[in-house]
Every structure is written in structure tokens, then in C-alpha cells.
């Protein structure tokens, strides 16, 4: 009887075990995410004063050139943003900045250079397969950004 309740006990254990080693972490899980996809940004608002409620539109003021622009992020850490099907010059390069990427080991923080220059460190409010939204502090206001996978 003690051997077949040990036997249980070790299959229990090592089901847990096996179970658990399959589940990613959430750092895995966005990385898989994010790579490999072109995102367009479809929201971007400003909260200048800082109550938690976005006053301006930003999205809105853009140029519609500007609003095609593709964001792509590889899977070795580098990231481009790219022009979309319309350039607001025709004579524009199709990269319009380069540079690596970083998810924090927590898969919260995501830090853009475009080399040696942190040109956005942001947090990663939600998440999916194919919406990304982040907010970011920059000159006393704090930014959010929507993106849709394509």
C-alpha cells in the first residue's frame, strides 16, 4: 500500500513538473508576441497635465502619410520603422530609423534605441497578438500608443 501511495505521489510530482516546465513566462509569451509582424500605430494621445485623462489627439494632427508607417521588430533584437504604402516625400528612403529593442525580464518594459540613444523606454499596458498599447513619460507628459499587428 505504501508503494503504490509513493508511486502517486512521484507521478503527482512529476506532472506538476512536466506541466510546469511547458508554460511560458510572460517575457516569452510578449517576446513571441511582438516579433516578426509589422505594427501600425492606430491611437496616440497626450496627457499634458498629468489627471490620468488624455487631453489631445495626436493621431488626429498627423499627417495621413505619416499614419501608414510600420513599426518591425526581429527576433535578434533589432527594429525598424518603416514608411507604409504612402510617403509624404516620394524621394524618402523606405527606413526611416533603425535601432534594437528590449523587453525587461518581466516582459512589461519595452526599451527602443536607435543604437546608443534610448529614444523611448515604455510600458506595456496590454498586449495580444495583434494590438499592442504602451504608455511613456516624455518632457512632464505621458503618452499612449495604440498598434495594430498587419
Not at 9 to 25: D, I, N, P, R, W
Not at 52 to 70: H, Q, R, V, W, Y
Request: some cysteine; glycine content about 6%; charged content about 25%.
Amino acid at each position: 500500500m505504501k508503494r503504490i501511495q509513493l508511486c502517486l505521489a512521484m507521478l503527482a510530482v512529476m506532472t506538476l513538473a512536466l506541466s510546469c516546465s511547458k508554460e511560458k513566462s510572460q517575457l516569452e509569451s510578449r517576446t513571441e508576441m511582438l516579433i516578426n509582424k509589422d505594427w501600425q500605430q492606430t491611437a496616440f494621445l497626450a496627457d499634458t497635465d498629468q489627471d490620468g485623462n488624455p487631453e489631445t489627439n495626436i493621431f488626429g494632427f498627423m499627417a495621413e502619410c505619416d499614419k501608414d508607417d510600420l513599426t518591425f521588430y526581429s527576433q535578434d533584437g533589432s527594429w525598424q520603422h518603416k514608411e507604409g504604402f504612402t510617403k509624404c516625400n516620394a524621394d524618402d528612403p523606405d527606413v526611416i530609423t533603425k535601432g534594437n529593442w528590449q523587453l525587461d525580464e518581466t516582459g512589461t518594459s519595452l526599451k527602443v534605441t536607435d543604437g546608443s540613444l534610448l529614444l523611448m523606454d515604455a510600458t506595456i499596458i496590454d498586449m495580444t497578438q495583434t494590438e499592442l498599447r504602451i504608455t511613456f513619460m516624455e518632457s512632464g507628459s505621458t503618452f499612449t500608443s495604440t498598434y495594430k499587428s498587419r
